[in-house]
């Protein structure tokens, strides 16, 4: 198992671009779930997903989408980036919500917004 | 609203030490309780999980004990090395269906050769 994966490790953006960070599970996880870590903020929840075609939102959802046709993939869409939105991301997974277990966490992928 | 703590911020302990790191939360009704260990740009790795029907989970080195009436986990490392050196962080799920684990801050935790 590669457990969760996320693409890419690191990105620059200029104010105004969009991009999509990726991320990938192959545990057959239903619940998956987007935080960013600030320094001092500690991690904020941004999306998750109770499963294929279901998600919602966090603490910090503005500026960014989700959406989730697959139990493997969670992708994250930054619609226009800001400065405030760099950050390092992280994507998490788990069998359920509910179902009291570990949450796994990707590798991260540390964006700049210039 | 549920708050994480972990204090210190910051340990510098000699290799082969035994230690202990805190978290406290200020809502005792939780569902379970996590530590994490993040290495410097990396993510995090699970380390332990305790529900709150438990009052202690180990693994290898490892021992984390949980008091909900106090709302204290404490997370006991045992002759501790150079590779043990990361940051460790505690998180809570407020509830069995709580949409996010609330995060303490870390400790940043430094082994000496």
């Known amino acids: 198992n590669a457990g969760v994966t996320q693409t890419p490790k690191f990105q620059v953006l200029k104010t105004g671009q969009s991009m999509t960070l990726q991320c990938a599970q192959d545990?057959?996880?239903?619940?998956m779930s987007w935080y960013r870590q600030d320094p001092g903020m500690g991690l904020r929840l941004i999306h998750y997903?109770?499963?294929?075609?279901?998600?919602d939102q966090g603490e910090v959802p503005n500026g960014y989408n989700v959406s989730r046709s697959t139990t493997e993939d969670f992708p994250l869409r930054l619609l226009s980036a800001a400065p405030s939105q760099t950050s390092v991301y992280f994507c998490?997974?788990?069998?359920?919500?509910?179902?009291?277990?570990?949450?796994?966490f990707g590798p991260g992928t540390r964006l700049t917004v210039l | 609203k549920q708050e994480v703590t972990q204090i210190p911020a910051a340990l510098s302990v000699p290799e082969g030490e035994n230690l202990v790191l805190n978290c406290s939360f200020t809502?005792?009704?939780?569902?379970?309780l996590q530590w994490f260990r993040q290495d410097p740009g990396k993510g995090l790795t699970s380390l332990l999980l305790i529900q709150s029907s438990q009052r202690e989970q180990t693994s290898g080195r490892l021992n984390a004990s949980l008091d909900k009436s106090s709302g204290r986990s404490t997370l006991y490392i045992a002759a501790s090395q150079p590779g043990d050196s990361a940051t460790y962080l505690c998180a809570v799920r407020p509830s069995q269906g709580a949409q996010k684990l609330v995060f303490g801050q870390g400790t940043r935790l430094t082994i000496n050769p």
């Open positions: 809502d005792s009704a939780i569902y379970n």
């Open positions: 998490a997974s788990s069998p359920t919500r509910t179902s009291g277990k570990a949450q796994y």
């Open positions: 545990m057959n996880h239903e619940y």
């Open positions: 997903s109770v499963g294929a075609g279901i998600t």
